[in-house]
């Protein structure tokens, strides 16, 4: 009895959901050849359409959410190569947020395990950026002071668990600094100050990919910008939305809007394609919100992602210098070519730097395998796509893979490193400000 009247009590996101989203599917089948998923498998409930399907199902009352909803919904990469393709213009972004919300608020894939590890990672550790650099600094002391070389030599991973050994494989390196040990809170343009931006330096990002937020700013105060970088962020919830948090996700968006007010800006950027796609969309988690509706809405339109803003303004082409030739090819972050559009500015970026060549990656808009945490869940489909990616990596002859995604950066690092490639993995700020740095050389 109790259990049928929570039933009927529940907060159903699918049901809740704007119905013209949930009805949009004409059923064609154009995305299905685009679906990593469905290529791996054929099997209609691994792909688009027949996800949608389900979905569909549930919001019109004639299935009830179950284990089975639940792996799938958790099987699909989050990708949106689905949308790149569909005809119908279907917001599969928006349908799939609210249907891993709809698997978390039934507890269909609840086990005390998924629990405690979804409550330390998403619920604490990334509702915290001083948490998050609270571990980061720990394991970057584990690998300065060679234990982590230690224990991986001494093989005493090998009588751990093999899922373990693989996550421990995967752990990244930790830079000596973090961006607020790099960045100055406000950094003046070099010459004319022509726009007044904010930069976003994420959570997994300023952990890892410190010297990319570094490198960025730099870029951005190349082409007249004073940039305003806050010391101590927090994750922009996109974690949290991707994975059926959509409260914890509104909860960042709140707090991201109060600490960047979007009319003091000119853009507020972000330089990670996974995050900026979460990041447009505030006033999707904002719109019952009176008191931040409005902003939200100002705040979608302030924000944009580096390439796309350097490209909007016309970025400052490096001068020739005596910079090494290099050959390069781009891997396009899904949520920044599928979810963004943003397909031409990284190339049209590339492409200014002296001495470099920029050579096609074949399928470079197929994902990578990362897609946020999914290379921890789900690793044999992640890892099957990457070892497509770097097959295709390697038939360029590139010596340097640029994307502009962290997720993908680190994927992509540690794949060339388990597989001996001699590859660099370089975020396309970096490559620009190595050129900017060569001028003055
Ligand atoms: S998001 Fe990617 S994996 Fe999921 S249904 Fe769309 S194309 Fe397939
Ligand atoms: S999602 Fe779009 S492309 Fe795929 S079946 Fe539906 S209408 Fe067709």
Partial sequence: MVEAVQKTTRHS??????????????????????????????LERNSPRGRIALMRAIADGQLEATKIFGDEMYFCLGCLACMTAC???????????????????????????????????????????SRLLFVGRAMRLYQRLGIQTLIRRSG?????????????????????KFSADMIAPVTPAVGERKYRVAMLTGCAQDLIFSEVNRDTVEVLTHNGCEVFTPPEQQCCGSLHAHNGELRLATELARKAIDQFPPEQFDAIISNAG???MH??????????????????????????????????IGVRAPSRNGQPAITVTYHESCHLSHGQKIVLQPRQVLKLIPN???????????????????????????????????????STGATVVANGNSGCLLQLINGVREAGMQVRVAHPMTLLAEAYRAEKA
Wanted: hydrophobic share 40%; aromatic share 8%; glycine share 4%.
């Fill in 13 to 42: 996101h699918l049901k809740n959901l704007d119905y013209s989203v949930v009805q949009q599917c004409m059923h064609c089948g154009l995305c299905l050849p685009t679906c990593p998923t469905y290529d791996a498998t054929k």
């Fill in 87 to 129: 005809p119908a213009g279907v917001n599969y972004a928006e349908l799939f947020e609210h249907a891993r919300a709809e698997v978390e608020e039934c507890h269909v894939l609840d086990s005390p395990k998924r629990k405690l590890i979804r409550w330390f990672t998403v619920k604490w550790l990334f509702m915290d950026l």
């Fill in 156 to 176: 005493v991973m090998k009588v751990l668990p093999k899922r373990l050994q693989e996550l421990e494989a995967m752990t990244p390196v930790i830079p000596p």
């Fill in 274 to 276: 996974g995050c900026g």
């Fill in 279 to 312: 990041l447009k969309h505030y006033s999707n988690l904002l719109a019952d919100d009176p008191h931040y509706r409005e902003r939200a809405e100002l705040w979608d339109c302030k924000l944009k992602d580096v390439h796309e803003f350097l490209a909007q």
């Fill in 356 to 394: 470099l060549t920029l050579v096609e990656l074949p399928e470079a808009n197929w994902c990578c395998g990362s897609a946020g945490i999914y290379n921890l869940v789900q690793p044999e489909m992640a890892n099957e796509l990457l070892d497509r990616k770097l097959k295709h990596i390697q």
